[in-house]
C-alpha cells in the first residue's frame, strides 16, 4: 500500500541520502534473480536503517529475516568499530548470494550468518544486543519480540518491519488461510501495551516500529 502520493514519496527518495553503490548492485542482482524481490527493504528504508543505527552507534546487532542482505549491511553503517552484526535467515539457498555482497562490503568481518530457525538459534547466542530488526515470518513476531526482550540492554532498540500489512492491519475478517495479518494485530497490540518497552509507529513504506527497552 502507498500511503503516500507517488510525487510525494519521490520527493521524499530524492531528498534522502543516495543509495551506495554496493547497495545498487545488491538492489539490481535481487530484482533480477531472487523470487519476491518486493522483501527487500529498498533505498529509502534502507537509509532509514542505516541513520538509526548510525544514532544508536550499537555494539550488538540482531537481525531476525536475513533475505539478500540489504537490510543487514545498512544495520551495519551504525556499528561501533569492534562492534558486530548477527543476522538469521531460514533459507539456506540465499546463504551465499548475501555472503558474496557482505563480502564486498567494508563489514566483511563484523557480520555473521546463522542459517535456521530463529527461536532456536537466539537462546545459543550467549551475548545481549543494542539493536535488533525483526523482519521475518509474521506469525512469529510475538514469539521474536518475548525470546529477545531479556537479550536486549536497557535502552537497546527493537525496530520491527511490515507492521502495517498494506493496511490489512485494519481488517477485523480474515481469510482462513491469513495468518500474518491477526498475528501481526497482536504484535502492534503488544508492543503498546508491553510495559518493558515505549513505542511508536512511523508509516514508512509497509510500516516500521521502533521500539525502545526501558
Known amino acids: 500500500?502507498?500511503?503516500?502520493?507517488?510525487?510525494?514519496?519521490?520527493?521524499?527518495?530524492?531528498?534522502?541520502?543516495?543509495?551506495?553503490e554496493l547497495l545498487q548492485q545488491l538492489n539490481r542482482e535481487t530484482n533480477q534473480k531472487i523470487l519476491q524481490p518486493r522483501m527487500l527493504s529498498g533505498h529509502f528504508q534502507g537509509r532509514v536503517l542505516s541513520?538509526?543505527?548510525?544514532?544508536?552507534n550499537p555494539k550488538t546487532i540482531l537481525e531476525i529475516g536475513t533475505y539478500t542482505g540489504y537490510s543487514a549491511l545498512c544495520l551495519a553503517e551504525g556499528l561501533q568499530l569492534n562492534g558486530e552484526l548477527h543476522t538469521i535467515d531460514i533459507n539456506e539457498e540465499l546463504y551465499e548470494?548475501?555472503?558474496?555482497?557482505?563480502?564486498?562490503?567494508?563489514?566483511?568481518?563484523?557480520?555473521?550468518?546463522?542459517?535456521?530457525?530463529?527461536?532456536?538459534?537466539?537462546?545459543k547466542l550467549n551475548m545481549t544486543f543494542d539493536l535488533v530488526?525483526?523482519?521475518?515470518?509474521?506469525?512469529?513476531?510475538?514469539?521474536?519480540?518475548?525470546?529477545?526482550?531479556?537479550?536486549?540492554?536497557?535502552?537497546?532498540?527493537?525496530?520491527?518491519?511490515?507492521?502495517l500489512w498494506s493496511g490489512k492491519v485494519l481488517e477485523t475478517k480474515f481469510k482462513k488461510d491469513d495468518t500474518s495479518t491477526p498475528a501481526l494485530i497482536a504484535y502492534n497490540e503488544l508492543l503498546?501495551?508491553?510495559?518493558?518497552?515505549?513505542?511508536?509507529?512511523?508509516?514508512?513504506?509497509d510500516g516500521l516500529t521502533i521500539s525502545r527497552k526501558k
Not at 502507498?2 to 541520502?17: C, K, M, R, T
Not at 518475548?146 to 527493537?158: Q, T, V
Open 1 to 20: 500500500m502507498q500511503f503516500l502520493s507517488e510525487d510525494i514519496d519521490n520527493y521524499v527518495v530524492a531528498h534522502s541520502q543516495d543509495e551506495p
Open 51 to 56: 541513520m538509526i543505527s548510525k544514532l544508536a
Open 97 to 123: 548470494f548475501q555472503k558474496k555482497y557482505f563480502d564486498k562490503s567494508e563489514f566483511i568481518n563484523q557480520i555473521h550468518q546463522h542459517i535456521g530457525n530463529a527461536l532456536e538459534i537466539i537462546p
Open 133 to 163: 530488526f525483526i523482519d521475518a515470518d509474521k506469525e512469529n513476531y510475538c514469539n521474536y519480540f518475548e525470546i529477545i526482550i531479556d537479550k536486549l540492554k536497557p535502552g537497546g532498540i527493537i525496530l520491527s518491519d511490515n507492521v
Open 192 to 205: 503498546k501495551n508491553d510495559s518493558r518497552v515505549e513505542t511508536v509507529l512511523l508509516p514508512i513504506r
